[in-house]
């Protein structure tokens, strides 16, 4: 059976391509460039950057050499994404549109199946920008199968496991009262205060704040029960959810994962967890690092997605599409972002 146009390797990746606008709430975050050498391992320096502000220098003078100190070096070896879809000999060959005894439904059912390939590939990728997000990477050491999470992308000044300034959501068991939300505000605004304090040492501005909608609710509440305190012309509300506070934007993700071995389903951003973070990727060193491609039939020098396809010639014969990935996250600024990984912290029981 003959390999129709639409299943040629540049066909594929074509239509591979047009699924780009169906991008994840996290994407914008990790813009997509080329590793710095062949191999699977992401390497880089996380960089302290200072405020000090440049010389005066004279139009004739030499320029003043400066190298911004390395904090930590992170290195580890990429994840590897390798999924593929069967294209069976009926769907090629005897399906048909509705009510039509000639058009093949093939291309139909092809474009389906690309489609659910490659939004797989999506949710591989944004289960490693949370993880970067989040400054923990969990990952599997060389020679073994066992996930492990020990794997800083960030210094542990960023990490905060709980919050500065007291929970958000004290009284919440029963109620909470007006003095209580006005409490919990207050230590709101001084833990986003502390995170943005932290970052500008960084050299960077924060600017949002990410969280699930469960967490975001604790500052909603609040903010509804505490009536006109002191700074709460800071807190902009709409449809009774926050969506700016202290100056910064509130982005609210609830995607999930599933666990391809356990089958446990985990939150991208899990509940009780804040991250404030300069969203300029650029100014924050965020970037996804794709590695080559090592699939025999990849060109040399091929960075990125690779799709292909095969023929299986063995009655009753089908297609085989397959698609990898090999890569990983970088945030090459210390602080660029800063993370309360349990902002319920003495809470009510």
């Excluded at 146009?5 to 914008?28: C, D, G, W």
């Excluded at 659910?116 to 490693?128: D, N, V, Y």
């Amino acid at each position: 059976m003959a390999v129709p146009i639409e299943l040629q390797p540049k066909t594929i990746a074509r239509t591979m391509e047009q699924f780009t606008k169906v991008e994840a709430p996290l994407s914008r975050f990790f813009p997509f460039v080329p590793n710095t050498g062949p191999g699977n391992h992401v390497t880089y320096d996380v960089l302290a950057y200072s405020r000090v502000r440049g010389e005066v220098n004279t139009r004739g003078g030499e320029a003043k050499f400066v190298e911004p100190p390395v904090l930590m070096q992170v290195d580890y070896v990429a994840e590897t994404w390798r999924e593929g879809i069967h294209i069976s000999a009926q769907t090629l060959k005897d399906l048909r549109e509705p009510g039509s005894s000639t058009q093949s439904r093939g291309q139909r059912e092809l474009a389906r199946a690309e489609r659910e390939l490659r939004l797989r590939l999506e949710s591989f990728w944004e289960w490693l920008r949370a993880e970067a997000l989040m400054g923990i990477k969990t990952y599997k050491p060389k020679g073994s199968d066992t996930e492990v999470k020990e794997l800083l992308l960030c210094t542990d000044d960023c990490l905060q496991a709980y919050n500065t300034a007291g929970a958000w959501n004290y009284g919440f068991d029963d109620g909470p009262t007006q003095a209580e939300a006005q409490a919990n505000l207050a230590n709101i605004m001084a833990d986003l205060d502390a995170a943005k304090a932290a970052i500008a040492r960084a050299g960077c501005v924060a600017d949002t704040l990410l969280l699930d909608s469960v967490t975001r609710r604790y500052i909603s509440t609040n903010v509804m029960i505490s009536g006109n305190m002191p700074g709460i012309e800071t807190v902009v509300l709409l449809e009774g959810g926050v969506t700016r506070i202290d100056e910064l934007d509130v982005v609210v993700d609830d995607g999930a994962y599933v666990h391809p071995l356990t089958g446990v389903e985990t939150n991208y951003i899990p509940d009780n967890v804040a991250i404030v973070l300069d969203s300029d990727n650029t100014r924050s060193g965020r970037v996804m690092r794709e590695c080559e491609a090592v699939h025999v039939e990849a060109p040399p020098g091929h960075f990125g997605a690779f799709y292909t396809s095969d023929t299986v010639k063995d009655a009753p014969g089908r297609v085989d599409v397959t698609g990898e990935w090999t890569g990983g996250p970088e945030v090459a600024v210390a602080c660029s972002q800063y993370v309360y990984q349990d902002v319920t912290a003495g809470a009510e029981s």
